[in-house]
T-cell receptor, first 114, second 113 residues
Framework: KAGVTQTPRYLIKTRGQQVTLSCSPI?????VSWYQQTPGQGLQFLFE???????NKGNFPGRFSGRQFSNSRSEMNVSTLELGDSALYLC?????????????FGEGSRLTVL | GQQLNQSPQSMFIQEGEDVSMNCTSS?????WLWYKQEPGEGPVLLIA?????ELTSNGRLTAQFGITRKDSFLNISASIPSDVGIYFC?????????????FGTGTRLKVLA
C-alpha cells in the first residue's frame, strides 16, 4: 500500500511569490491534515480536510489556504511568501477525521524563502 | 501554538541502554500517538494508544497510556545506533468544536556506539 506522497520535496522561492504544495493520501483515507514544522515552533497545525470540506483550521494568517479534491488529494497554497514561511510542510492522512484515528505522514515539502 | 510537554528534550545514551521519555498534557486525551522522525524525513508512526492504562509494544519499543489520561510514556529497550532521531508524542485537542492533533516538543535521542 503506497504511503502519503508529497510533491515537490524541495523548493526555493523568493519573498512575495506564492507556492502550491501537493499531497496524495493513502488510498482510502479521506482526511488530510497539513502541518508546518520549524525548529523554533515544532509541529504546528495548519488545517484539516475531510471529504472535501475544511474541518478545522489552525492559527495561521489567511495567506495559507488549502483545498481537497474528490479523490482526497489535497493542495495547500501560501501566497505573498515571507522569510518566516521557510519550513518543512508535512501532510498527514487518516482514514477518519482528526483525533479519532492514526495519522500517517508524508516525507514533507521543504520550502526555503529567500 | 499549543504543544504538549515532552521530556527530556534530548539525551545521549550508550548503545544497549534502555531509554525512557514521557509526554504530559493539561487536557485529558482519548488517544496518544508516538512518532519517530529522522533528518529530512517525515514522522513515522511507532505506536498508537487508545485506552487509559494500555501498554503496547512494537519490537523494542513499549508505550503506555497514563491512567490519568494526561500523560504517556515511551520506552526503548537495548538501544541501537539506528534509534537516533527525534521522538514526538501527539494527542487530539478539542479546538473550535472539533479535534486536531497537537504535538510534543520532541525528545532528541543520540546513541553512542
Amino acid at each position: 500500500k503506497a504511503g502519503v506522497t508529497q510533491t515537490p520535496r524541495y523548493l526555493i522561492k523568493t519573498r512575495g511569490q506564492q507556492v502550491t504544495l501537493s499531497c496524495s493520501p493513502i488510498s482510502g483515507h479521506r482526511s488530510v491534515s497539513w502541518y508546518q514544522q520549524t525548529p523554533g515552533q515544532g509541529l504546528q497545525f495548519l488545517f484539516e480536510y475531510f471529504s472535501e470540506t475544511q474541518r478545522n483550521k489552525g492559527n495561521f494568517p489567511g495567506r495559507f489556504s488549502g483545498r481537497q479534491f474528490s479523490n482526497s488529494r489535497s493542495e495547500m497554497n501560501v501566497s505573498t511568501l515571507e522569510l518566516g514561511d521557510s519550513a518543512l510542510y508535512l501532510c498527514a492522512s487518516s482514514p477518519s477525521p482528526s483525533g479519532t484515528g492514526e495519522l500517517f505522514f508524508g516525507e514533507g515539502s521543504r520550502l526555503t524563502v529567500l | 501554538g499549543q504543544q504538549l510537554n515532552q521530556s527530556p528534550q534530548s539525551m545521549f545514551i550508550q548503545e544497549g541502554e534502555d531509554v525512557s521519555m514521557n509526554c504530559t498534557s493539561s487536557s485529558i486525551f482519548n488517544t496518544w500517538l508516538w512518532y519517530k522522525q529522522e533528518p529530512g524525513e517525515g514522522p513515522v508512526l511507532l505506536i498508537a494508544l487508545y485506552k487509559a492504562g494500555e501498554l503496547t509494544s512494537n519490537g523494542r519499543l513499549t508505550a503506555q497510556f497514563g491512567i490519568t489520561r494526561k500523560d504517556s510514556f515511551l520506552n526503548i529497550s537495548a538501544s541501537i545506533p539506528s534509534d537516533v532521531g527525534i521522538y514526538f508524542c501527539a494527542g487530539p485537542n478539542l479546538y473550535s468544536g472539533t479535534y486536531k492533533y497537537i504535538f510534543g516538543t520532541g525528545t532528541r535521542l543520540k546513541v553512542l556506539a
